[in-house]
């Protein structure tokens, strides 16, 4: 897994989950292959037929070899299916929200997982808390022992 979005599952309760390809430049790769890169904040958006990740941060490679016009919060395009991008518009119109959960690769290609989410509460935040915590405490007594 080259990045990871650890607040998504805090904040939102994942209901299913996508992988889809994304349009990258060449030193983004390398960057993203060098575990540099972040998807916290970001989200998905889908215009006109094409779904886009938005507000994901990628830093140059080689910061004093990357073209002076580079923006490393630019908005990147996924690659999905007709079908999967209708069935997530579709969705996306109820009221659900699109997350980008990871960045990992597959062979030669970089993917991006993707869910569709519903918001968590404040309580369901804190329930979530509690029970991280509580299985804490039971592995710790376990391996004391």
Do not use: C
């Amino acid at each position: 897994m080259l990045v990871h979005n650890r607040k998504a599952t805090f904040n939102y309760e994942v209901l299913e989950k996508y992988m889809a390809g994304i349009e990258l430049v060449g030193h983004e790769v390398r960057s993203l292959r060098e575990g540099k890169g972040s998807l916290e904040g970001s989200y998905i958006i889908i215009r006109g037929g094409e779904a886009f990740l938005m507000n994901s941060e990628i830093p140059p490679y080689q910061a004093k070899n990357t073209p002076k016009e580079y923006d490393p919060r630019r908005n990147r395009k996924l690659l999905l299916t007709k079908k999967e991008l209708s069935l997530l518009a579709g969705q996306e119109s109820k009221g659900l929200t699109i997350v980008p959960l990871a960045m990992y690769n597959m062979g030669k290609k970089i993917k991006v997982e993707i869910a569709l989410a519903k918001g968590k509460k404040s309580f369901d935040k804190r329930e979530s808390i509690k029970k991280r915590e509580s299985n804490r405490d039971v592995l710790r007594t376990l391996k004391g022992e």
